[in-house]
T-cell receptor
Framework: DTGVSQNPRHKITKRGQNVTFRCDPI?????LYWYRQTLGQGPEFLTY????????KSRLLSDRFSAERPKGSFSTLEIQRTEQGDSAMYLC??????????FGPGTRLTVT | RKEVEQDPGPFNVPEGATVAFNCTYS??????FFWYRQDCRKEPKLLMS???SGNEDGRFTAQLNRASQYISLLIRDSKLSDSATYLC??????????????FGSGTRLSIRP
């Protein structure tokens, strides 16, 4: 399967713990995006990489959130000191130079 | 006012009907537009890009009206499998030229036999 992959698919964690998610984009795509989606809402943009450079971060991305894409291939999204409000689906997408994005299956985070 | 607005629906139409959704956007500098479809508990999947001249893909037609700042999606001869949430996406370039990609909250469509 050459689509976008994300791991893990589900994560249950206790409030205050740190979690890290991974995204592997489509191999020839140089752009990578992270989104958060809650029930009944569209995905909310979190951050965007072009190759290894993080070009934009949303105001939604508080200090507890950090994303990396060290070699311009896979990316990680870390949430420190998780809160119940962080419970959501975290989606990763990738694209070539154009803006047509292809999404991975998401990581569903539940903070108890 | 939200930057990208969609009627949440649900639209409940019989199989074979024609249904249309609109999506309005607030930033006149917006540069690219897309429709995605999202099935329950699945990721969004690209349905089609929306070009200035309008574009058609089988039963689906997308149009852009820059003067009134909206995009539309028309589905003809609807099928049961068209039941999903349809997300409008607008890429608004900011003053820094960085992308600002905004998803609408989606319009739910339910096709009944």
């Amino acid at each position: 399967d050459t689509g976008v992959s994300q791991n893990p698919r589900h994560k249950i964690t206790k409030r205050g713990q740190n979690v890290t998610f991974r995204c592997d984009p489509i191999s020839e795509h140089n752009r990578l995006y992270w989104y958060r989606q809650t029930l009944g809402q569209g995905p909310e943009f979190l951050t965007y990489f072009q190759n290894e450079a993080q070009l934009e971060k949303s105001r939604l991305l508080s200090d507890r959130f950090s994303a990396e894409r060290p070699k311009g291939s896979f990316s990680t999204l870390e949430i420190q000191r998780t809160e119940q409000g962080d419970s959501a689906m975290y989606l990763c997408a990738s694209s070539r130079e154009a803006d047509e994005q292809y999404f991975g299956p998401g990581t569903r985070l539940t903070v108890t | 006012r939200k930057e990208v607005e969609q009627d949440p629906g649900p639209f409940n139409v019989p199989e074979g009907a024609t249904v249309a959704f609109n999506c309005t956007y607030s930033n006149s500098a917006s540069q690219s537009f897309f429709w995605y479809r999202q099935d329950c508990r699945k990721e969004p999947k690209l349905l089609m890009s929306v070009y200035s001249s309008g574009n058609e893909d089988g039963r689906f037609t997308a149009q852009l009206n820059r003067a009134s700042q909206y995009i539309s999606l028309l589905i003809r001869d609807s099928k049961l499998s068209d039941s999903a949430t349809y997300l409008c996406v607008v890429n608004m370039r900011g003053y820094s030229s960085a992308s600002k990609i905004i998803f609408g909250s989606g319009t739910r469509l339910s096709i009944r036999p």
